[in-house]
């Protein structure tokens, strides 16, 4: 038998339009929207050479992975996915990845090809998402989620001012976390291309053109 979640749409490729702008949701992705710039001072402070600041930057950027965890959860168990909130979100999450990032490698704490890896693939897999909208969206992988989860704590743990052992995991973390990053991409880019190709919306202009090619001047191949 058929399910109805098998054949419903998905909330966040169609959000109602009655739900209220301000909401729950929002408002977490704005918090971690507002975080961010309060994160970067504590990381880049005196040059990070405060391990107390260390310590409250961690703090900080763990409040705003969590909003990063509930919000998105939130819209969609209640039904308040916003248009806001679909382009917001992802910004968000960019800007907190992307500046933990960069101040890290800014420290020399972190290697910049690292960073570069990260960001070239979070903002191509951004510009995928506008490519293929039309067309359909692309679940999130078991994968993808797991990269999420070893970035956030590689993250987390470089900017933590550790020695020792501990340091050494954390370059094996993010070493895992790396790797996840590259391997998705290189799925969302398969799964984007075959969207593409395979979607309802693909399959009905390829049967248009397939009409036109049909038309009165097309000659059969019992033609005289």
């Known amino acids: 038998m058929t399910r109805v979640a098998d054949v419903a749409p998905d909330p966040a490729a169609t959000p109602p339009q009655s739900v209220r702008l301000v909401n729950l949701p929002n408002a977490l992705t704005v918090l971690r929207l507002a975080l961010v710039p309060v994160f970067a001072v504590l990381l880049l402070s005196d040059d990070s050479l405060d391990d107390t600041s260390r310590y409250w930057a961690t703090l900080v950027f763990g409040l705003a992975i969590l909003t990063d965890r509930y919000d998105g959860l939130i819209a969609r168990r209640t039904g308040q996915v916003t248009e806001f909130g679909k382009l917001a979100d992802p910004i968000a999450d960019k800007a907190l990845t992307g500046t933990a990032l960069i101040g890290l490698s800014v420290l020399a704490l972190l290697p910049w090809w690292v960073t570069a890896v990260i960001l070239v693939r979070e903002v191509g897999v951004t510009l995928l998402r506008f490519w293929v909208i039309r067309h359909g969206v692309i679940a999130a992988s078991r994968g993808g989620k797991a990269k999420t989860v070893l970035q956030s704590l590689a993250i987390g743990l470089y900017i933590l001012p550790l020695s020792g052992a501990l340091a050494t995991t954390r ?54």
């Open 171 to 224: 370059w094996w973390v993010m070493a895992a976390a790396v790797l996840l990053t590259v391997v998705t991409g290189l799925d969302y880019v398969y799964r984007a291309v075959t969207l593409r190709q395979t979607s309802a919306r693909a399959m009905r202009a390829a049967a248009a053109r397939r009409s036109a090619g049909a038309g009165p001047g097309a000659r059969s191949d019992t033609a005289a």
